[in-house]
């Protein structure tokens, strides 16, 4: 290195991983972007020049989360100096990302506009985020929650290395492997694809026909960049295999693995699947939440590692989530909640305590759970299978989303009197739809309207309903509570499927 930082003197696992692997593979590739290579070494470097930069424990560091070797040196570079990642999307609305970095208690930033920052930083106590050792903060990501607010997952360094450990054995890895980072730099999937990969000597490749819109685009550039792993959300994996299946095409040769995640897969397309010529190709299916850190669950549903089937895939089948990988701990408990326990598990949700108290504790062993809110079933052989949430939130792009901080948020809208946010499938995908019942004085007619511009100043857009209804009254219940799911029956309508999802 030509730096004055040691990287080696980190106390993190998982940077002693990555440096390990810089000392065996110095010249290998570790990032190909747009078809250029950044060694090993060079990435090392750059790493700890940024280290340098930033000091000794500079706290939560925020970055901007965008599909560029940037971003992952500022993940690196971040872990090195003891710092907490932070990644905040340029593309959110200024007071989303503003809530975000206060919620953080944020003291940094690099390429973000640094009067996004509070003055002074704001810094939550509810959480503890001790200083020393594997306890210490690796990264701060966020989660939907009732508030309306940003609700900050802490994820400690023990449990990223726990989690990442596992993922190279489970997924295969070898430094001949060349993995697509396809996932949000937003959301935790992105690291499946980053830190196993560049713990082992495998080549990350960072392209824009990734996110082109355009399948023969997307295949071209697998093929042209011998990509051997895909990790892609379970809804674009669903359009894919429609788009195979209808133009009679293939995934290249290079692949071996493709793993899906975020929401339940189609049994329809599995069936799809399972027709094409794909049976060299591991099909991996798995589970796991933020606050358990990256894939806790997970089972091959087809190819040279699957359980034979008695039957092909049908309408109305379960697809399973899979087994425990090594480092996770599970119960299941009298309602049939999956609760999760380990290494893996986060330290909590930052400023936040009755959040952290009502999804975090520790048994009478002093075993500290996450309660998932997702009810499963184990069959015999030991895999679980999903039953639905015990809560309302529901999976938007494969994302968790609690209907009620979208409601917080429409709910601010002077026009709006009442609202109800639900899950539902619309054309065929998970998408959330609102119901609005407008104030005396407000125009019902462009009531809709108004509030979709309302949320996208103020949200992500995932967090903006693909349906807004104007209705002239809600379900309540016996109690005089909103019934999201009643108000839904009754005020829904029919929309057509897609013809070309």
């Not at 968790?400 to 026009?415: C, L, Q």
Request: charged letters at 20%; glycine letters at 10%.
């Amino acid at each position: 290195m030509t730096n004055n930082r040691n990287i080696n003197g980190a106390t993190s696992d998982l940077i002693d991983a990555f440096t390990e692997t810089v000392r065996r593979y110095p010249e290998r590739p570790a990032i190909v972007h747009q078809g250029q290579d950044i060694s090993y070494r060079q990435l090392h470097e750059s790493a700890g020049s940024l280290a340098d930069r930033i000091g000794t424990a500079p706290g939560v560091v925020a970055v901007p989360a965008v599909h560029t070797p940037d971003t992952v040196v500022g993940l690196l570079g971040i872990l090195a100096a003891g710092g907490a990642y932070c990644p905040v999307d340029p593309a959110f609305p200024r007071q989303r990302q503003q809530d975000m970095l206060a919620a953080a208690g944020c003291r940094t930033t690099l390429g973000l506009d640094p009067e996004l920052v509070p003055d002074p930083p704001e810094l939550p106590r509810s959480v503890e985020t001790p200083e020393d050792g594997s306890e210490r903060p690796a990264y701060l990501l966020f989660t939907s929650g009732s508030t309306g607010q940003p609700k900050p997952v802490v994820t400690p360094r023990r449990a990223i290395s726990a989690a990442v450990d596992s993922l190279r054995t489970l997924f295969g890895l070898t430094p001949e492997d060349r993995v697509l980072q396809f996932a949000s730099l937003n959301w935790d999937t992105c690291f499946e694809e980053i830190l196993p990969t560049l713990t082992t000597g495998a080549a990350l490749v960072l392209d824009r026909e990734a996110h082109s819109g355009s399948f023969p685009r997307f295949l071209r550039m697998i093929g042209r960049e011998r990509v051997t792993v895909l990790d892609l959300p379970t809804a674009f994996w669903h359009e894919l295999v429609l788009h195979l299946a209808e133009e009679g095409a293939a995934l290249p040769g290079c692949v071996r693995l493709v793993v899906i995640g975020g929401e339940a897969a189609n049994p329809a397309r599995l069936g799809d699947w399972a027709a094409l010529d794909t049976g060299r190709i591991r099909l991996l299916n798995t589970y796991g939440s933020t606050e358990t850190t990256l894939i806790t669950h997970a089972v091959d549903l087809h190819g040279p590692l699957a359980a034979a089937r008695d039957r092909p895939w049908a309408p109305g089948d379960r697809v399973p989530i899979g087994r425990a990988l090594p480092h996770v701990r599970e119960r299941i408990d009298e309602r049939g909640e999956l609760l999760i326990g380990g290494p893996a598990v986060a330290l909590g949700y930052l400023g936040l305590p009755e959040a952290t108290e009502a999804r975090f504790g520790a048994d009478a062993e002093g075993v500290r759970w996450f309660r998932t809110g997702d009810r499963v079933s184990r069959a015999p052989d030991g895999v679980l299978t999903h039953q639905g949430r015990l809560d309302g939130e529901f999976k938007v792009r494969g994302i968790r989303v609690d209907p009620a901080e979208v409601e917080a948020h429409i709910g601010g809208h002077p026009g709006v009197h009442a609202v109800a946010v639900t899950g539902a499938t619309v054309a065929g995908r998970s998408a959330l739809v609102a119901y609005v019942v407008p104030r005396a004085a407000a125009a019902a007619g462009t009531l809709d309207a108004e509030v979709r511009a309302y949320l996208r100043d103020r949200v992500p857009g995932h967090l903006v309903p693909s349906r807004i209804t104007v209705v002239p009254e809600l379900v309540l219940t016996a109690s005089g509570k909103v019934d999201r799911a009643a108000s839904h029956r009754r005020h829904s309508v029919p929309v057509p499927a897609a013809t070309n999802p």
